[in-house]
């Protein structure tokens, strides 16, 4: 007889982890089942040169556990304190090895129900003998059979993809190859991929491989330009540096066509790039004659050689990623969800691919699990009907929280305010953005209100993607002509929507607290009211301060404006942009007599 449980859950990582501790402490019928002898397996190995590029920030300036929980993204969500990364080490980028031991005591201390050793090659649907209802039957390798209603993937990096090119096959791996330096030693080392995984093996070889060439076929994607935690971060780029001051090492932007092995013992690769540059426009060809080359190319997060044709799930990005609807479920296989890593699959702007973006929505998945499964309804809070008490709320709730933090543009809440004067507003907190917008219940509401934490460089053309750029303050009498993370609450009438408010920008994300000496610390509070009852009326003829200074002889003396000496020597772009100004300007340098 196969063992049956209400939910199971494939891997024992971090995601495994976070969804089984919100099922056993509601004690959900659920089962973990992890192929290894341990938790968080994958860390034993990978990073391969074992140095963590998720944030691990212990001292802060609020105290706050919820608000510190945006600096430290290795933490799984637990009522026990003692069970943060923080605890551990304080160290800024931690060695992969604090975390296996994190993830071990983790599971162990919340006594999560986990089968070890216990491997699955082959998931199918079934019917259930008693209810008739379809079932996932899953077999292990040793033989063992497990059935479940609802199936939770939580299996990660499944296999590491190589390019499809000939004689790859000489090339070394990112997880395979070898991280003693020695063995590099005056030798020139190619690398295949523009990611994190191959600027960390470069920057690993720097001091001893004699060059280093990185075959990226695109430009390489800067965190600190993106803002996409996922993009090449400074932490591994030090081989730019090299490049950019000719230090040997290079970055490349060739497309290798193929690998072969020469007498001489050294492995020739082939290359391409295009010169649309040149007249007339052409491809350039050539080869380099190289003693290592390693590929760092990235994952697949999706196994299909275990899948039955019954439940097999549909794949975008050639088999990389599940194709996932808002709600994490498969596309095209019910009750089957991914988490973790694979997350990733419909956010690639904030941090699903990161377990300090994947916790919040598990947490958020489990909700929606129960409120599906087990008629548990969605967690809401209730609020009283008064538009600044309400918009005080959301300026707390935004100020402290890291999921919003975490999930930029990606979670939201919603707060649904009823026309009938005597109910009470209901606020939502942590939804998938594209789950609310497509839901019959919010959309059939006539006073919606979502609000996100949102970067909008986009406003600024060119000028906005340059990080450098912006080192000014803000134009804080125009929130719609700021930048960086900030509020944005929009308001939307029977599914359509009507307009936005944004908030201020805050050098440390806290929107509950003044900005500068003088300035009115309730202003973005106050915005948000007006807003709120503009669109709804439910505190009737309340209006609000939004005056940026508390008063104006404090704006006149915090804020000097250009004599007219100095207005002559404004820049060109003063005049050039319209709409919303770039941050950065200064006086064009005074004429010499």
């Not at 509601?26 to 590029?53: C, V």
């Not at 090895?97 to 999560?112: I, M, P, S, T």
């Not at 079934?126 to 033989?143: I, P």
């Not at 093996?201 to 001091?207: C, I």
Request: hydrophobic share 35%.
């Amino acid at each position: 007889m196969a063992v049956y449980h209400e939910y199971i859950i494939i891997g024992a990582g971090p995601a495994g982890l976070q969804m089984g501790y919100f099922m056993e402490k509601d004690k959900a019928d659920y089962l973990i089942l992890e192929g290894s002898s341990r938790p968080g397996n994958f860390f034993t190995t990978q990073p391969r040169h074992r140095k963590l590029i998720s944030i691990n920030k212990v001292h802060n300036p609020f105290p706050e556990k919820e608000f510190n929980m945006r600096h430290d993204w290795n933490s799984l969500l637990c009522d026990d304190d003692t069970l943060r990364f923080t605890k551990y080490t304080e160290e800024l980028f931690p060695n992969a090895d604090v975390l296996v031991r994190y993830l071990n005591d983790f599971a162990h201390k919340n006594n999560l129900n986990i089968i070890y050793q216990t491997y699955i090659n082959n998931i199918t649907k079934v019917q259930s003998a008693k209810s008739g209802e379809d079932r996932f039957k899953l077999t292990s390798k040793e033989g063992k059979e497990y059935e479940c209603r609802v199936l939770l993937m939580a299996t990660g990096a499944r296999k590491e993809i190589r390019p499809d090119i000939p004689g790859i096959e000489l090339a070394d791996s990112y997880t395979q190859h070898s991280i003693d330096r020695n063995e590099y030693r005056g030798k020139l080392v190619g690398i295949l991929g523009r990611g994190n995984s191959a600027f960390e093996v470069a920057d690993h070889l720097a001091g001893h491989a004699a060059v280093i060439h990185i075959f990226g076929q695109k430009p390489a994607k800067f965190a600190w330009d993106t803002h996409f935690v996922g993009d090449l971060r400074a932490v591994n780029n030090n081989i730019l540096d090299m490049y950019q001051l000719k230090s040997m090492h290079s970055f490349i932007l060739f497309d290798v066509l193929g690998l072969k092995k020469m007498d001489n013992g050294k492995l020739e690769v082939e290359v391409t790039t295009p010169c649309l540059h040149m007249d007339p426009p052409g491809f350039f060809r050539t080869a380099y004659s190289l003693d290592k080359v390693i590929t760092c190319t990235g994952f697949q997060y999706v196994d299909l050689g275990v899948f039955s044709d019954a439940c097999k799930p549909a794949t975008k990005k050639n088999g990389k990623f599940p194709v996932l609807k808002d709600n994490w479920e498969s596309e095209n296989v019910p009750n089957m969800f991914y988490i973790g890593t694979a997350m990733q699959s419909r956010d690639r702007k904030a941090a699903s691919g990161f377990i300090h973006g994947f916790r919040y929505n598990i947490r958020t998945l489990y909700h929606l699990l129960r409120e599906r499964y087990n008629a548990v309804p969605y967690p809401t809070t209730e609020l009283q009907r008064d538009a600044l008490t309400i918009s005080k709320y959301i300026i707390a709730r935004v100020s402290v929280c890291a999921s919003l933090y975490q999930m930029q543009g990606f979670l939201c809440d919603v707060l649904i305010i009823p026309e009938e004067a005597g109910k009470k507003p209901r606020y939502y907190e942590d939804l998938p953005l594209d789950y609310v917008l497509s839901n019959d219940y919010f959309n059939s509401q006539t006073h919606m209100f979502i609000t996100v934490l949102k970067f909008t460089f986009d406003r600024f053309g060119d000028f906005g993607k340059i990080a450098t750029n912006w080192g000014q303050m803000p134009n804080y009498l125009k929130p719609e002509c700021q930048a960086f993370l900030r509020p944005i609450i929009s308001y939307y009438n029977k599914g359509k929507y009507v307009g936005e408010q944004a908030g201020n920008e805050s050098l440390l994300l806290r929107f509950d607290v003044k900005g500068f000496r003088g300035t009115n610390p309730n202003l973005n509070a106050n915005r948000f009211g007006n807003f709120i009852n503009q669109q709804t009326n439910i505190s009737p003829g309340a209006s609000y301060n939004v005056n940026f200074y508390t008063d104006e002889e404090d704006y006149k003396q915090f804020f000097v404006p250009l004599t007219e000496e100095q207005k002559k020597r404004l820049p060109p772009e003063y005049y050039d942009v319209t709409g919303c100004k770039p941050a950065t300007m200064f006086l064009k340098e005074e004429e010499e007599n």
